[in-house]
């Protein structure tokens, strides 16, 4: 996934004498909407807060033998960087930030460009090192991301869905002592349960290709809408995404989905369809 730089953001608490120099912290923004949450942060939490974008371009690094290519471009020792954590490092004079993290449920980096002006660098310095494992300049793979159970902002849900839709539970904590933005609007959710909910697709037939627009399908009588649809080599099954009606949402209800092929048969399953650990990228 393309995303835009991050942005960083400077808080010094409100309302109290200023004590040393301002905390910093990072926020990759993507295509979501965390940018809106950091600036309804420096509205409503009675901080002080400074938003900017830093001058920061990310490339990626992801697959099975992306921790090859790591360790020949900075060293071994930056093979014990955890998941999800990142360091600032020089590569031959090129400043970035090499982070554990990715979009495809593989083992992954990605390495943040601090220097426009070194683009051209830092490419070169990937490729060559990648070139003894085959690297390949690609776009985002679509199906190791939806094989790793992983949403696409805009595609899979927007900001008019939450988290309990999108059987994110185990990441709101409702009953931490710190107050936070939506939390008595969540606790309302939770309490009164969700109309619909994001299910996981096997789809018959032949290979399809990914879907470049939602297709209508149907459960039982009531509408439901696929979102991502894609053939998994891996699995050697169709697979994807639907929004179905929170009583139709069962593992193993089938539905009928409207391909541009024509109607197929499709199954709901559980997700992710590989790693349900997520062992994979932590490894």
Do not use: C
């Given at each position: 996934m393309a995303s835009p730089a991050p942005a960083f953001f400077h808080i010094r608490p409100g309302r109290r004498p200023a004590c040393g120099p301002p905390k910093t912290g990072g926020l990759a923004c993507a295509d979501g909407d965390v940018l809106l949450y950091a600036k309804g942060l420096?509205?409503?939490?009675?901080?002080?807060?400074?938003?900017?974008?830093?001058?920061?371009?990310?490339?990626?690094?992801?697959?099975?033998?992306?921790?090859?290519?790591?360790?020949?471009?900075?060293?071994?020792?930056?093979?014990?960087?955890?998941?999800?954590?990142?360091?600032?490092?020089?590569?031959?004079?090129?400043?970035?930030?090499?982070?554990?993290?990715?979009?495809?449920?593989?083992?992954?980096?990605?390495?943040?460009?601090?220097?426009?002006?070194?683009?051209?660098?830092?490419?070169?310095?990937?490729?060559?090192?990648?070139?003894?494992?085959?690297?390949?300049?690609?776009?985002?793979?679509?199906?190791?991301?939806?094989?790793?159970?992983?949403?696409?902002?805009?595609?899979?849900?927007?900001?008019?869905?939450?988290?309990?839709?999108?059987?994110?539970?185990?990441?709101?904590?409702l009953d931490m002592e710190a107050d936070f933005l939506a939390r008595e609007a969540l606790r309302r959710i939770r309490e009164d349960g969700v109309r619909q909910k994001i299910v996981g697709l096997e789809i018959d037939g032949d290979r399809l290709e990914m879907n470049a627009t939602k297709w209508p399908s149907s459960v039982n009588g009531a509408s439901a809408t696929v979102t991502s649809a894609i053939y998994s080599p891996r699995l050697q099954k169709n697979i994807g995404y639907a929004w179905v009606p929170i009583e139709h949402a069962g593992p193993g209800t089938p539905l009928t989905v409207e391909t541009p092929e024509g109607g197929r048969g499709a199954t709901i399953v559980p997700m992710p369809f590989v790693d349900p650990d997520k062992q994979i990228p932590k490894a």
């Open positions: 420096a509205a409503r939490a009675g901080m002080d807060v400074r938003l900017s974008e830093a001058e920061a371009y990310p490339v990626r690094l992801q697959g099975p033998k992306s921790k090859d290519v790591v360790g020949d471009l900075f060293g071994e020792d930056l093979l014990s960087l955890r998941y999800y954590h990142f360091r600032r490092l020089y590569l031959d004079g090129i400043p970035v930030i090499l982070t554990r993290t990715g979009w495809t449920s593989e083992v992954g980096y990605e390495v943040y460009l601090l220097d426009a002006a070194r683009g051209t660098d830092l490419w070169e310095r990937i490729m060559d090192a990648g070139r003894r494992y085959q690297i390949r300049p690609a776009g985002p793979s679509d199906i190791r991301r939806i094989e790793g159970g992983i949403f696409n902002w805009g595609a899979d849900m927007t900001d008019e869905n939450n988290p309990f839709e999108l059987g994110l539970d185990r990441l709101v904590d």
